[in-house]
């Protein structure tokens, strides 16, 4: 991502459709093809709504991003340094015999709220610090908080799916692979310069194959789910704009069949487990 030619320091993947200049969600301007930044609109005056936008990433941060941010540091503080039980990954990570055994199906979502570390922890929130805001301004909260809870459970299924039964995983990897992958979908409708964000996700899916302690299967299961729900949600946008903040019939329709096949896998899943659970 470039900086906003007007604001330095606010980092953006949109470029005016016309001058191609980095802008940020408080510049742009939706046109007739993609947005322009005010000094091209001025210049060439047309049919164009200006995007509202009342926060920047340099200051105060949209509401679902900040929660999410908060509620991960809150829970890596109640489990990690306070040691609170009920926080513990023991209780809220994925782990197969408990989601197999005694139906604890919440771990696939709760361990995408818990960190290991604190180089867990502050990768994964500055990543999502960067990513967040301009994709949570762009979709509006409601489908940023589904694109996100649908990348978090299709990482954590995937990690299930094709993960040991003695796997035991936490983290936002997979919640942040798909806020990639889904602003490549999102930058390619708007005409935005995504080369930079394709770079990054290469060579964090290169660094998880690299690592035996990083799930990279959750990142690959994040990844798709975040392109899909993404695809899904600006099939109904026109210029990347849409006509409500409500998610439409459409969309949802797209997410209860992206729900069910995360359900149908996590079924056959679970008597999976519980025969390799049986034979030992």
């Not at 978090?152 to 995937?158: I, Y």
């Not at 983290?171 to 930058?187: C, D, W, Y």
């Not at 409500?246 to 008597?271: F, N, Q, W």
Request: charged residues 10%; glycine residues 8%; contains cysteine.
């Amino acid at each position: 991502m470039r900086d906003c030619y007007r604001h330095p320091g606010q980092a953006t993947a949109i470029a005016c459709a016309r001058c191609q200049r980095p802008i940020c969600t408080s510049c742009m301007i939706t046109a007739s093809v993609g947005f322009q930044c005010p000094e091209c609109v001025s210049r060439a005056p047309a049919n164009v709504i200006k995007v509202s936008s009342r926060n920047s990433l340099g200051s105060d941060l949209p509401p679902v991003t900040r929660v999410i941010i908060i509620v991960c540091v809150g829970l890596f503080i109640a489990g990690n340094l306070l040691g609170i039980a009920a926080f513990s990954s023991n209780n809220l990570a994925m782990q197969p015999p408990y989601i197999a055994a005694y139906g604890q199906w919440y771990r696939l979502l709760t361990s995408a709220f818990l960190h290991g570390g604190f180089l867990h922890i502050g990768f994964n929130m500055y990543a999502l610090y960067y990513l967040g805001p301009e994709l949570e301004r762009l979709l509006g909260s409601r489908r940023f908080l589904a694109l996100y809870l649908f990348g978090a459970l299709g990482g954590s299924v995937t990690s299930y799916m094709f993960s040991s039964v003695n796997t035991s995983s936490v983290g936002a990897s997979g919640a942040i692979f798909a806020l990639m992958t889904a602003t490549i979908v999102v930058g390619r409708q708007v005409q935005a310069d995504t080369s930079q964000i394709l770079t990054l996700f290469v060579v964090n899916v290169l660094i998880g194959f690299a690592s035996p302690s990083i799930d990279w299967r959750a990142h690959l299961g994040g990844a798709a789910l975040g392109a899909i729900v993404a695809s899904a949600m600006m099939s109904t946008a026109k210029f990347g704009r849409f006509a409500s903040k409500k998610i439409s019939p459409k969309e949802l329709i797209s997410l209860l069949a992206v729900a069910a096949v995360l359900v149908a896998a996590t079924l056959y899943r679970d008597t999976q487990v519980l025969q390799i659970l049986g034979a030992n």
